[in-house]
């Protein structure tokens, strides 16, 4: 093998998009928030020309257009979940409102990072508080796997707000796991690519306004679906002058 042939088999090897992107937001076992800040800075300048790059590239091959659709939905809080990678407790994914959210408090079971592609949101962080002070809401406990998901009613919880943060697109930030927050999605179509990291416990809280119960049916989308989607985020999000 000639020196070229090696460096186009070595490029050929390295790799791209989505791919690198996961690569680069690996994180140690030790992490900490310096950790987290540098792969927040690393997913924000992969965004929204990486993504339209990523969602070109999937609409051409068909074999991983139904691998993503077999895990990807529409979530109960108004958004479409589109799950673009999954590798060693990494998950990337593209969040695009299409509807009214539920918007109600919740945490996680994984730290994530965010970063706002298009529009804008509202994010807002509680903790819990002493029963009778603050805001009450009912609280759930909901279970989640790769096919269905569940919730169960656990009785009053009662929360403050203690910050509202208003994020615009190029902007990015992230939360650990536990931490109670809500997203309110300022403007149709806003759009956001969330990098999950290995889940830290089995379920996660979701507190509703009372008598009000949190949507958590799964309408999985299919293949067609998925690529319908695409399309039509590709066009809405292309520079002017672009058809997609």
């Given amino acids: 093998m000639n020196t070229h042939e090696a ?6 090897a390295r790799p791209s998009g989505l791919d690198a992107l996961a690569h680069r937001l ?3 076992a030790g992490r900490d928030g310096e950790h987290l800040d540098l792969a927040t800075t690393r997913l924000a300048a992969f965004g929204l020309r990486g993504v339209r ?9 068909p074999a991983a257009l139904s691998a993503v659709a077999s895990r990807s939905y529409r979530h109960g809080n108004g958004f479409l979940k589109i799950v673009l990678h999954r590798s060693q407790g990494l998950s990337l994914r593209l969040h695009v409102q299409d ?15 965010s970063t706002v592609l298009t529009g804008a949101l509202d994010h807002d962080l509680f903790h819990d508080v002493a029963a009778g002070r ?3 809401f009912d609280e759930w406990r909901y ?3 790769a096919h269905s998901a569940q919730k169960h009613a656990l009785g009053p919880a009662w929360v403050e707000r203690h910050s509202r943060h208003f994020v615009s697109a190029g ?5 650990g796991a536990s931490h109670l927050h809500r997203i309110r999605w300022s403007s149709p179509g806003t759009s956001t690519l969330v990098a999950t990291w290995a889940a830290e416990r ?20 299919s293949a067609n679906a998925l690529a319908a989607s695409l399309e039509r985020y590709l066009i809405t999000t292309a520079p002017a002058g672009r058809a997609r």
């Fill in 7 to 12: 460096l186009s088999s070595a490029a050929a």
């Fill in 26 to 28: 690996a994180l140690p």
């Fill in 53 to 61: 790059a990523s969602l070109r590239s999937l609409l051409s091959d």
């Fill in 99 to 113: 509807g009214s959210a539920e918007e109600n408090v919740h945490d996680h079971r994984w730290t994530f990072a």
């Fill in 134 to 136: 603050g805001l009450r």
């Fill in 143 to 145: 279970v989640r796997d």
């Fill in 171 to 175: 902007q990015s930030y992230w939360l």
């Fill in 202 to 221: 089995a379920d996660n809280r979701l507190l509703s306004s009372t008598e009000v119960v949190p949507a958590t049916a799964i309408e999985q989308l």
